[in-house]
């Protein structure tokens, strides 16, 4: 079967959404190739990925989704399991490449690339916090101002009206009046959509008591505060604010509820206090929200087709264009192979699966398709991140309200950058639930071990409650410049059987860069927890911590001598964006410099990372991208012949 | 009187987790799930052992005129057989995290068919009543929201109200 | 002063109080069945009486918007006792037809939210008073007093209120509608519309009217979605016969669950003596009344003109509320039955007389 549309955009999640909507309200018609389930596109279907994270022992970020993993595949084929549902991709240990729930491979490098990401109708934004940080103008320009990384095609300025389009269409709670301190400028006129998710009691805490706070690096000095962080979570819309999409409706800004029943659920953040994995009000911004839009658009046509992985790409014979995409459909039974073609193709999965899809498409697995360049892969991107604790002298009610709600400032950006990373500094409002599993190992520890004493009763309820309302967590995300050898490839032979795609195998590692940057932060963090009165408690681990394999390295700047870092799920480099074909995979709106019809979308086009969490980048890179795919279409170029 | 006597067994047992717990009965029954613990316990726990460590747990609590008293029974109570406490932990854990934690396979305190007794969450009910975010003076994540900013003002920590 | 006018508006005011009482009175019962629904089992029906209930606060706030655009300083009242009806209870002011009783989610609670909600034209007057039929009939005789004062003495003299004590919007949302600020003629019939087709239908349809009033996605009335419940099924638009109102052919929509066992419901009983309970059970009954009074005195204080404050804090008390009510409902009555304790919705005083404890002021 061949199925033919003007626009076919491979994944549903943000990227794809956006492209999907700002299109079909502009008349095209567009179909959305999802390897994964609708899972959460229903209300009783989001209600079950609940039920699931209730009924978890461990909620780790994918817990809502892990039960597909393992128990409701459905049979496609004389009785053996589908392939992703959906799959907690989680990193192995080095070199176990057995794991039967494995699906990406290390190998060689010396660290773990310790991420996880999802494959499900919406995409990561299913279980993100919904930080809508935006990146400052020396993150797109770190060669020229600090000699390090690569400079972007072009400057923040550039990208500024992008970032408009991208918070209204997330919905980003924020102040603009704070943001601006950031040093990134707004236009005079702009408001965010909705108001602040106001600071938590633990924000405010801190910033009292780190008022006139400052830290010094070879001779200057940081100031050092608390700021409200922008959040794709709904608020109280701003009155009179002015929305810069083309197709919105007249009047104040509508928060967007729950995809399936907006006008009942999920108009606001209620403090459910679950952020990551999943916000049972749906107060949270997730890719389904613009979905529903594109796919009740009168304007335009869209189609979400789930459980279709996209298997290759195929050029025309001259090698110019794209010609068609092939499919693996487990939608039915048995799984059928499709075919779809279009006049413009979108590849907007993520940084390792677009790259992925490049390589395991050419010729030969070295070549790729797109990577005239060689660089397709090259240059994977996380925030490897630092994650420190401490016990508070008073009780702050931890475990409230959403994961974060404002970030230490002061380390984003400095001289110091041309030596060493910079960092962003998250204040963890649930206690030390990310490092340490509270409160299940406080109540565990203090139960005790069946060969120890055991604490009960008075005593037990009121140790938990001292302990749990004093935790704070400060997670400092650091910036990672690219580096060619942290890559991702494929090799013959190395495929997921049960449906022929091949699996992602990743080399990864921190330089020298990135480990000075997180000894300086260790150090940060004690100097902050001593300003505060808080006694520090982080310990660094070799190996990981509840079956979570850190990435683990001693240095010499580090208050211990030894520093551990987790993944953020920040995927990006892959297919690196810029002005010259030789040193980029695409151009400045993410089209392949090799194949005039093809985009690669999304984070994987950044040539650097900066602090920033990259999805509201990834976001308005996107819109960026669908307008110049608008362009394309109107103009009626390329076709393929 | 085999009714009867279950529902003298189920007494007892909301009696000891009182104690262990640190929550009273009413607080234990308002949570809704005390009869799905005590069912989970019944299945998991040979019935000659349940009843030996509920009349056992009954007489060190016998005549106990506060709480202080009552924990210095229940602390006794555990130094009398091993067994006592591996099962007295896993009901705490139970009741505050909707956990249970399988008891040992070589434990005489077990059901011969003990098919429950693995690690699990026996409900998401179990789940979101853990007394453990009661204690703490929070809710538990994903379930029980509070409101809108109801996160931005001083926790109410055993009672009062902290000034800032 | 225009002694005609003053009395005019007097009249009105007293109506608006009322008005108040009433769309109080309706929330408890729907608070009740909703607290007994354990979590997991009837969640369509739970959904769906949800949005009825938050509609209902809606409605008390569009009350208030009311009489504060045509009352300058006006005092609002619903913590003294009386505000709230002792259940079992008429609705205030109806014509006794049926009476409003709190109830576990059941067939027979449903019975009475349909009678509640029922249009008025679906009414067969069997009452003994001369009260009004339905809800909607009480809210049209409103609209044609407010016409016609406004008609005799113009907009400006009628809507002399304060505009800034127009309730907040930003406070309203998981319920369908929106908070209309009163400021003129227009206003007001749009907000008594509101109220109006919200429970009993736009436009003799099954719908409320909240799409082509606000352009939200198409929502049934509250009448209709309690017959959804009762059916266990769904309307289809097709479903909306002209001249069959009652939906004598019913929904024929997609089937959902409604269970009403032991299981899926707590069977609280509400018409028990408080003073044979436990100690601290009887504590837990006055805590809940305790904090649903609170909950009515942040009402009034934003209604009094207290800004978004007391918005605040009464969202957050509803949640404290809701979990102190099901801590309730899952104390047992005994325990050889299925039988668990209603939380009864007195005023503190009341309910401590009742338990023969002093008042303590």
Known sequence: MELQYDVAIVGSGITGAIIARWLTERGHSVVLLEAGTPDGNSRAGFRQLTETFYQETAKVPSSPFRAQQSRDWPVYDSGVEAPTVLRDMAARPLGDEAQAN??????????PFASTYLRIAGGTTMHWMGTCLRMLPADFEMRSRYGVGVNWPFGYNELEPFYRLAEWEIGVSAERSEQVASGAPYPADYEYPMHKIPDSWLDQYLAKRLDGFSVAIDGQSYPIGVTNTPAGRNSHPHIGAKDPRFYAPPGNYRPVGDPDRPDQFGERCVGNSSCVPICPANAKYTALKTLRFALASDRGSASLLTRRIVTRINLDPAGKEVESLDYFDYSVVPAIKGRVRAKVYVLATNAIENAKLLLASGRSREEGVANSSGLVGRNLMDHPTLLTWALLRDPIGAFRGPGSTAGVTGMRD?????????????????????????????????????????VFGQQLRQQVNFQSQREVTLAFEMDQLPDENNRIYVEEGVIEARHSEFRPIIDFSLDEYCRRGMANASKVASAIYDRVGATEKTEHNPEGRFGRKAGYFRHEDSETGELEFHGAGHLAGTHRMGNDPKSSVVDADQRSWDHANLYIAGCGSMPTMGTANPTLTGAALAFRTAQSIDRDLLAGKPVTP | MENRESEDLFVSFLRLSEVLTGFSRPELLATGVAGEHW???????????????????????????????????????????????IVAKRITKLWYLGTWFAIPSNSDALAAEAI??????????????GLVWKAMGSHPRGAKPTGFASWTTAPDVLGSRQEE | MNLRLEQHRANIISRLTTAMQIEHATIPPYLCAMYSMVEGYNVAAWETIRTVAIEEMLHMVLV??????????????????????????????????????????????????????????????TGESDGYVSIGEFYNRLKEDLKAIVAEHGDDAVFCGDPARQINAAWYF???????????????????????NQGEGFNHNLYSGDHEEFQEVQDLAHYYKFREIQAGRRYLPADATCGNLDGARGPSGETFTVDYSAKAVRHAVFNYNPADLDAPVQEMLLGFSQLYWQLLGACEEAFNGGGAAPLKKAHELMYVTKYKAEEIMNQPLDYHSDSRTGPLFLHPDVLRQKLGKASDG
Request: glycine share 8%; aromatic share 10%; charged share 25%.
């Open chain 1, 102 to 111: 494995a699906y990406y491979l290390q190998r060689g490098a010396e660290h």
């Open chain 1, 414 to 454: 400095g001289e110091f950058r041309s030596k060493f990373s910079s960092a962003r500094i998250e204040i963890g409002n649930w206690g030390w639930s990310w490092p340490k599993i509270t409160p299940d190992t406080t109540v565990i520890d203090l139960v005790g071990a069946d060969d120890k004493p055991t």
């Open chain 2, 39 to 85: 069912m989970l316990l019944k299945g998991c726990l040979g019935p000659r052992f349940l009843r030996e460590l509920l009349k056992s747990s009954g007489d060190a609590l016998t005549d106990t005129a506060n709480v202080e008293e009552a924990e210095a029974g229940i602390t006794r109570w555990l130094a009398e057989r091993d067994d006592y406490g």
């Open chain 2, 116 to 129: 429950h007794n693995k690690e699990h969450i026996p409900s998401s009910a179990a789940y979101r009543e």
């Open chain 3, 64 to 125: 208030a918007n009311l009489r504060n655009a045509m009352e300058h300083d006006a005092s609002f009242d619903l913590t003294s006792p009386g505000f709230v009806p002792e259940y079992p209870a008429y609705l205030p002011e109806s014509d006794q037809s049926f009476t409003v009783v709190l109830a576990p989610f059941s067939e027979k609670a449903l019975d009475i939210f349909v009678q509640i909600e029922r249009p008025g034209d679906l009414h067969t007057p």
């Open chain 3, 174 to 196: 998981n319920g369908g509608g929106e908070i209309v600020a009163v400021t003129d003629q227009s206003s007001a019939l749009r907000a008594i519309r509101v109220i109006v």
